[in-house]
């Protein structure tokens, strides 16, 4: 069975930093890629940013420079990285791998 744990959400200061991980089993993350969606209240769910298989990355325009998506093989795990937080980024964060989602993570980001 698939499971997807996200985990690293909070409420953090405008310009502050969070780490959000995302710990698959059943699923291996390295062989199929991921992405990391996001939610704000009362809106649809959007791409953050994707890792495929190869390594590579991309980010949607509004987190580029600022966000990271990084991947630990070992531990089956991904993480997302945040700097330079907005009051806009606050939202529940997803992560996406093979059809599977995760639980989501609330992020917060104060003014």
């Known amino acids: 069975q698939v499971q997807l744990v996200e985990s690293g959400g909070g409420m953090v200061q405008a310009g502050g930093s969070l780490r959000l991980s995302c710990a698959a089993s059943?699923?291996?993350?390295?062989?199929?890629?991921m992405g990391w969606y996001r939610q704000a209240p009362g809106k649809q769910r959007e791409l953050v940013g994707t890792?495929?298989?190869?390594?590579?990355?991309v980010y949607t325009d509004s987190v580029k420079g600022r966000f990271t998506i990084s991947r630990d093989s070992a531990k089956n795990t991904v993480y997302l990285q945040m700097n330079s937080l907005k009051p806009e980024d606050t939202a529940d964060y997803y992560c996406?791998?093979?059809?599977?989602w995760g639980q989501g993570t609330q992020v917060t980001v104060s003014s």
């Open positions: 059943g699923i291996i993350i390295r062989i199929n890629g």
């Open positions: 890792l495929n298989s190869g390594g590579t990355t």
């Open positions: 996406y791998v093979g059809g599977w």
